[in-house]
């Protein structure tokens, strides 16, 4: 956790090294700020001689660059020389920090994953000090030591697909095909109180040193009461500087080096607001070289326009490190509005800043409402199977009608298959209570390639997963975000239409589908009570669901079937 006092003021100037700075921590009294000042003004003076001199050989400076040949790990890039301290400008003093400032190797835009990063020599690895604040010109970034790293240098997280976030319910474990391909970890912890206060506690994950963990702060509709909290929080001056402190407060306490902001479903009479509590919180959480992202809803596509509703994007743009775009649910919609509403926002926000969320959750539409499943659940709806035959007339060596009740055909169901128009896989089926019909979209490798396209379209700065748990239920999308995340480029494919037709099966007798939902079986020539099954595939993965049928023995009285299924 940063110190807090004074900072001298190093680094007026541009320069093609690295130069910082002392901050002394506590407070200062008249005679400690007019020490300060002459001994600001004294260093400032050595600073620039010591840099007329020009020759690294020369240098004076904390830091100077090192001759040193170390390599970058693996997925990383130097954006900057590497640097070794000076021992001669002696140990940092106690209760002290030191304030850095590095010229870049190059020119970055905004949106880039730089941070400053230390070499430890113990086990020849590279490990992360802080986020590198970057200047606007693109060409200067900054931090703050808590303590002096022999070596160090800033270096870029060099994934072809850009930004990686990932979010997590509260303590969960990550993904583990995401496992080194992430560079943000969003937990969701937290939430705002009606004091202004943070409240809950951090998740016990740790980082290896490849990504950064910027837990969340949450509310929205689905939570009672949260939205007015927030409406709160925001509604004056003194309430929105309350609140900042509180958010800063608590990244000191839980020691993070960053933040997401994810304040949702707020009513368009909080933008003002909004835009001013988002900026205030930025200039202090920079102050201490904290990062700052937000995780917005995207716009609305009405008729003749794009809503952004309670959130000015081109001014939060300006004071957020990144932006990610919620997941936009409504699947019927999305290949129709989101290509609209991404073109909105590259006009109002550095494409660079922008990421988009893709969800492994499945979606279902229908009337007003939207709902969510995982993967087993949905594809549980669509495996419902039922016997269209009274109890008393299942007997052996009979003709059965089975079906599955969400998929047949004949019923006017669409079954399970590739909707072109959406770009997933769908099934719809009709309510049982209520009427109405519902339709199921699933997310998965096929679906997520083709919304992977709108990052490489629009040139975003990368893609973020609502759900990047290690939960085998929920759909996994991994296999389509690792080949972009490593390339750029998505997977553009559909799945085999065979691989999506229903497949049944019995424990005795002979069962014939008929590829629309149904089967005929022929039941076995002993009584009990056997097993049918249905199994479907979204195109990647297989469920299967059964029911237990009672085979009762044919009365003597009653002729034989003499048919087979097929005849």
């Not at 004056?236 to 800063?248: D, E, I, M």
């Not at 379209?457 to 972009?484: E, M, Q």
Request: with cysteine; proline share 6%; glycine share 8%.
């Amino acid at each position: 956790m940063s110190r807090r006092g004074g900072q001298l003021p190093w680094g007026a100037g541009s320069s093609p090294g690295l130069y910082g700075g002392r901050r002394p921590g506590g407070g200062y009294g008249r005679l400690g700020v007019l020490a300060a000042i002459v001994i600001g003004v004294l260093v400032i003076a050595f600073f620039l001689v010591s840099r007329a001199c020009g020759s690294a050989a020369g240098c004076d400076d904390p830091y100077c660059p090192s001759d040193r040949n170390i390599a970058a790990p693996e997925g990383y890039q130097f954006v900057s020389k590497i640097f070794s301290y000076n021992e001669e400008s002696g140990a940092v003093q106690p209760g002290f920090d030191l304030v850095v400032q590095v010229a870049l190797s190059e020119t970055v835009g905004e949106g880039q994953s730089l941070s400053f990063y230390r070499y430890v020599e113990e086990t020849k690895n590279w490990e992360p000090i802080a986020p590198a604040i970057l200047d606007a010109q693109g060409k200067v970034v900054s931090a703050t030591f808590t303590d002096v790293p022999a070596v160090m240098a800033v270096m870029r997280r060099n994934t072809p697909g850009g930004s990686v976030a990932a979010y997590l319910p509260h303590n969960a474990q990550l993904h583990p095909e995401a496992v080194g391909h992430v560079t943000i970890v969003h937990p969701i912890d937290f939430s705002p109180a009606a004091d202004g206060a943070v409240q809950g506690e951090l998740s016990a994950i740790t980082s290896d040193g490849s990504f950064e963990i910027y837990p969340v702060i949450a509310a929205n509709a689905s939570s009672q009461g949260a939205v007015a909290i927030v409406e709160g929080i925001l509604a004056s001056p003194a309430a929105r500087t309350n609140h900042v402190r509180q958010v800063v407060a608590k990244l000191a306490e839980v020691n993070v080096r960053g933040i997401d902001i994810a304040y949702l479903d707020l009513p368009a009479t909080q933008r003002t607001s909004f835009s001013l509590f988002i900026g205030e919180l930025y200039e202090a959480l920079h102050a201490q070289n904290k990062q700052l992202t937000l995780t917005l809803p995207a716009p609305i596509k009405a008729q003749n326009r794009i809503d952004e509703g309670a959130y000015d994007w081109a001014a939060l743009s300006k004071t957020a490190d990144l932006i990610k775009i919620a997941p936009f649910r409504d699947q019927a919609k999305y290949r129709l509005d989101m290509p609209d509403v991404v073109a909105f926002l590259v006009e109002r926000v550095a494409p660079a800043k922008l990421v988009l969320t893709v969800s492994p959750y499945a979606t279902e539409t229908g009337g007003d409402s939207i709902a969510t499943y995982k993967l087993t659940d949905a594809m549980n709806i669509a495996s419902q199977i039922a016997i269209r035959a009274d109890a008393d007339s299942i007997t052996t060596s009979t003709n059965v009608e089975v079906a599955g009740t969400n998929i047949d055909r004949d019923e006017n169901l669409s079954g399970v298959r590739w909707f072109a128009e959406t770009a997933t896989v769908a099934f719809s089926y009709k309510q049982s209570q209520g009427g109405g019909s519902r339709t199921v979209y699933i997310e998965n490798f096929f679906s997520i390639g083709f919304k992977l396209e709108l990052i490489s379209t629009y040139k975003l700065g990368g893609v973020a997963v609502d759900d990047a748990s290690d939960d085998r239920y929920l759909g996994n999308i991994w296999n389509a975000l690792v080949p972009f995340i490593t390339s750029g480029q998505p997977i553009l494919l559909r799945p085999n239409d065979t691989d999506l037709e229903p497949k049944w099966a019995a424990s005795g007798g002979t069962i014939e589908s008929t590829r629309r939902g149904t089967a005929n079986w022929f039941t076995p020539a002993e009584p009990g009570t056997y097993t049918i099954s249905l199994t479907l595939s979204d195109g990647v993965a297989v469920f299967e669901n059964s029911v237990p049928v009672n085979v009762k023995a044919r009365d003597s009285r009653t002729p034989v079937a003499t048919t087979t299924p097929g005849n």
